[in-house]
């Protein structure tokens, strides 16, 4: 099954499959042979294999897992159409792919989620580099071999080389003024203190800025998603949720609908364990909601999917880790989560989260300066291209207030012009879904 998994995926990523290329182990002489090394470790439940060996692939050096020969080149083109790859390479993209670090760790942090630093990804250095995918392209380079035919990666809409899918968590509309206000409290300057009181009853909100946020996409010839939050309590341990009530905003949510955007839920803390709150959620929201993310990326392993089965959601774009962008399951296109009950995938979509505009700069996570942010995220950005991936992009709105000059909208503009300079195709979690069921069926 895990093979199964593997495969199923890997036939994915790519447009054109030919028939009749038998892949397996080298018991089964099969026209691509894969090394047999996982050693009865997915019988137990331990959650980290041996430290992956470090080896070269295309003038990369990766990590592989499941790799004890380090004798032997990674991958033999042998005569009469036959390949030999000499790691394990079902294992190594099963163990990545289906999450199995994460499910079996009891690693969580103060927010109850598998935290970065307890990852494989952060120990050996990789969470920028999709991994999996490179142990595609060996898989394809030996497939290629045998079954004498180029495999190409996907192409999305119009024959874009990636796919840009642009979102936005809403937390807060009404708290622009609290910070500022605060300083000022603080230094004493009760003119300033004043002037923020005075502007918070006069004025609009520089978070509530909806409209704003879906014109300044649409400049880009973009459209994006909004996770809207219908929850206003605190959760019970005071973590706060939309600083909104949802009813308030219901006939402009259904306005920004109207004019192009997709519209889904950000489950609020506690759905991603009760699939009756998160479908009563999904019901609040104007049309039909296929789409969720979770408020501050809660996802418990053991539980989580089951709920997003469960309540029927046709995608999620929760999988992401806070404190640092790259790629959690080593992987840049959507996948269909490993269902450890049943050893199959789970039906619905999950389209990782790339990068966060918290992460970039924040007390918990990186420290980026204005000027890093792009030269940064390139090099992902680049993978994500090489491999006709999704790259997944969550600006809050409140991070478009013109006062924010660190993830503010100035950042954001330069990641969407090098995107639009890469001929990327903008699409949103409706476009993604389909586009994936076309190729399953
Ligand atoms: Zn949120």
């Not at 009749?20 to 002489?29: D, L, N, R």
């Not at 294992?91 to 969580?108: C, I, T």
């Not at 004043?194 to 918070?200: A, K, M, P, T």
């Not at 998160?278 to 539980?303: D, I, M, S």
Request: aromatic fraction near 14%; include cysteine; charge should be negative.
């Amino acid at each position: 099954m895990r093979r199964a998994y593997v495969l199923h995926h890997f036939w994915q990523a790519y447009e054109s499959v030919p028939v009749g290329v038998a892949i397996g182990y080298a018991s089964e002489q099969p026209q691509v042979e894969i090394a047999d090394c996982a050693d009865g470790f997915f019988a137990g439940q331990e959650p980290y294999p041996a430290a992956p060996a470090h080896r070269t692939w295309r003038g990369r050096e990766l990590p592989f897992f499941f790799a004890p020969h380090p004798e032997q080149p990674l991958l033999e083109l042998l005569p009469g159409n036959r390949a030999r790859i000499n790691f394990d390479l079902f294992a190594a993209a099963f163990y990545l792919l289906s999450g199995w670090q994460e499910f079996f760790s009891d690693e969580r942090d103060r927010h109850g989620r598998f935290p970065y630093a307890a990852s494989v990804q952060q120990r050996y250095g990789f969470v920028a580099v999709p991994v999996v995918n490179h142990y595609f392209d060996i898989l394809k380079t030996a497939v290629e071999h045998a079954a004498g035919q180029p495999l190409t990666p996907r192409c999305w809409v119009d024959g874009a080389p990636f796919a840009t899918f642009i979102t936005h968590d809403i937390d807060e509309l009404h708290s622009a003024w609290k910070a500022p206000a605060k300083a000022a409290l603080h230094q004493r300057n009760w003119l300033r203190f004043g002037q923020h009181i005075w502007r918070h009853f006069t004025q609009p909100d520089a978070w509530n800025n909806l409209e704003i946020v879906q014109k300044i996409i649409h400049g880009y010839g973009a459209r994006s998603t909004f996770f809207l939050l219908p929850e206003h309590q605190k959760a019970a341990n005071g973590t706060p949720n939309a600083d909104y009530i949802f009813s308030t905003i219901y006939r402009r949510s259904a306005e920004l609908l109207k004019n192009g955007a997709e519209l889904a839920v950000h489950g609020s803390i506690g759905t991603s364990t009760n699939p009756q709150k998160l479908r009563k959620q999904c019901a609040q929201l104007p049309g039909k909601v296929l789409g969720n993310r979770f408020h501050y990326l809660y996802w418990e392993p053991r539980t989580t999917p089951f709920v997003l089965a469960e309540t029927g959601i046709a995608y999620d774009s929760t999988l992401g880790f806070a404190e640092h962008f790259g790629f959690r399951h080593s992987y840049c296109l959507p996948f269909q989560p490993f269902n450890f009950l049943a050893g199959k995938p789970f039906d619905f979509l999950e389209i990782p989260l790339n990068v966060m505009d918290a992460t970039l700069h924040h007390p918990n996570y990186l420290q980026l300066g204005p000027e890093e942010i792009l030269p940064a995220l390139t090099p992902m950005f680049q993978e994500i291209e090489r491999f006709g991936g999704v790259c997944t992009l969550l600006w809050h709105n409140d991070h478009f207030d013109p006062a924010n000059e660190t993830t503010g909208p100035r950042q954001f503009a330069e990641l969407m012009q090098y995107l639009r300079s890469r001929n990327t195709a903008f699409v949103n979690g409706a476009d993604i879904c389909a586009t994936m069921r076309h190729l399953s069926s």
